[in-house]
């Protein structure tokens, strides 16, 4: 009988939304960002942003940090662990001197049913791969946003966010960045028009609303 329930949670596991997503389908951005690596590779001891498309949107990310080297390894769509698959690739490599990540929320929409505490375990997971293979590397997570198209998702959003809050207090040369109250309007809500149309990905105003949080967090 636990035979047979074992095959059934398999089962159930291999058509969950929750591994729609699957690693082979960055295949084409992780491979753009290996070439780009194999004609000039980044220096070391840089500021690395990895994570979802709310960095792969940032293009002109170093524009608004001046005098520091960011190197951006952000891809669209991307969950946790895609984040801890693709490490050995676009994280571990540059031997950055800080790692800045943006990932989770697209966990909660690919497995509509997930719990706050699922993902904070998938962080952890990739925060202590980092941590092992870049002992000296300084840690930031960036909140998760409370974007308006995800609204269904904001109660874990936040219990998210507090888990990891919580959690990065008790590490030494780590960093928690809440963006979500600098995202906020007047009345003390999601302040909509710092995002695009489809009400998820930011207009400049909004990554200006992150520039002002994450720079007093960026390693000199």
């Known amino acids: 009988m636990k035979k047979l329930w074992s095959l059934v949670v ?19 951005e992780i491979g753009h960002f ?18 979802s ?6 293009t002109d990310v170093s524009n608004y940090f001046p005098g520091y080297t960011i190197i951006n390894r952000g891809f669209g769509g991307s969950q946790l662990p895609n984040l801890i698959y693709y490490a050995d690739k676009i994280i571990y490599p540059y031997q950055p001197k800080q790692v800045i990540i943006y990932c989770g929320e697209n966990d909660f929409d690919y497995d509509k049913t997930i719990s706050a505490d699922s993902v904070f375990e998938r962080f952890h997971q990739l925060f202590d791969k980092i941590r092992e ?8 997570y960036v909140s998760i946003k409370f974007s308006p198209s995800r609204k269904y998702a904001w109660d874990r959003f936040e219990k998210t966010n507090s888990l990891i809050e919580d959690f990065l207090e008790e590490q030494s040369n780590a960093e928690y960045i809440d963006i979500t109250k600098a995202m906020e309007d007047s009345s003390g809500k999601v302040d909509t028009t710092l995002f695009l149309n489809d009400q998820l990905h930011m207009k400049p105003a909004g990554y200006k609303k992150w520039q002002e949080e994450i720079q007093p967090y960026l390693t000199k």
């Open 10 to 28: 398999m089962g159930l596991m291999a058509i969950s939304p929750a591994f729609s997503q699957s690693n082979e389908s960055f295949n084409g």
């Open 34 to 51: 290996l070439h780009e690596d194999s004609l000039h590779m980044p220096p070391k001891d840089a500021i690395l942003f990895v994570g």
């Open 53 to 58: 498309s709310s960095f792969r949107k940032w």
């Open 133 to 140: 293979k870049l002992p000296q590397a300084n840690i930031g």
